[in-house]
């Protein structure tokens, strides 16, 4: 198991863990931070935690990447907070930030972003809370559990579920007033 290899200080299992979830961990704090640079400091930060409290993660980790996601969401509070800035997602009109962070498959919410107009997917998504956004980040990009999510942002496993329910309801409901210009 790789985390029995950290565990051991097994270098090259380092190494497969950035190979597995470095881009995820980059993406992550990309879409938070805004630059380039302090999205790496974020994944190198976060797999320097990952090597001290390897035999830490062993004991309490469901998934190597929940756990990874769940330090490097600390992180980027921490980037945020030596800024004085609160939590944010950056906007990215025109797709070159991003870009860096590209993924070869679509993940379900870029597949809705092909069958529908971006700016106004965009403009619904900037509408929901910071929770919501990102519970639904979680589980739409990365793929996670709600367990998972809950790990990382720290709440009950009910109240993930309620933030995915109502992000998805305010979803429909700006795209459902954004089609219809007579409201």
């Known amino acids: 198991m790789l985390l029995a290899r950290?565990?051991?200080?097994?270098?090259?299992?380092?190494?497969?863990?950035?190979?597995?979830?470095?881009?995820?961990i980059f993406a992550y704090a990309l879409r938070r931070l805004g630059t380039p640079e302090d999205?790496?400091?974020?994944?190198?930060?976060t797999l320097?935690?990952?090597?001290?409290?390897a035999q830490r993660a062993q004991a309490q980790a469901s998934s190597l990447r929940?756990?990874?996601?769940?330090?490097?969401?600390h992180k980027?509070?921490?980037?945020?907070?030596?800024?004085?800035?609160?939590?944010?997602?950056?906007?990215?009109?025109?797709?070159?930030?991003?870009?860096?962070?590209?993924?070869?498959?679509?993940?379900?919410l870029e597949r809705l972003c092909q069958e529908c107009d971006e700016t106004r997917l965009a403009a619904a998504l900037d509408q929901l809370?910071?929770?919501q956004r990102e519970a639904l980040y979680l589980f739409t990009y990365e793929g996670l559990s709600?367990?998972?999510?809950?790990?990382?942002?720290?709440?009950?496993?009910?109240?993930?579920?309620t933030r995915l329910h109502q992000a998805r309801l305010r979803l429909r409901r700006h795209l459902a007033a954004a089609e219809d210009p007579v409201r």
């Open 6 to 24: 950290l565990v051991a200080r097994d270098q090259q299992a380092l190494r497969q863990v950035l190979q597995a979830y470095g881009q995820t």
């Open 48 to 53: 320097l935690a990952l090597w001290r409290q």
């Open 76 to 108: 980027i509070l921490d980037v945020l907070r030596s800024r004085g800035q609160a939590w944010r997602e950056v906007m990215d009109e025109d797709g070159a930030l991003l870009n860096h962070a590209t993924d070869p498959d679509p993940s379900p």
């Open 129 to 131: 809370p910071e929770a």
């Open 39 to 45: 999205a790496q400091d974020v994944v190198n930060d």
């Open 146 to 161: 709600l367990a998972e999510i809950a790990s990382i942002q720290q709440v009950p496993l009910a109240t993930v579920g």
């Open 66 to 73: 929940a756990w990874l996601l769940g330090i490097a969401r």
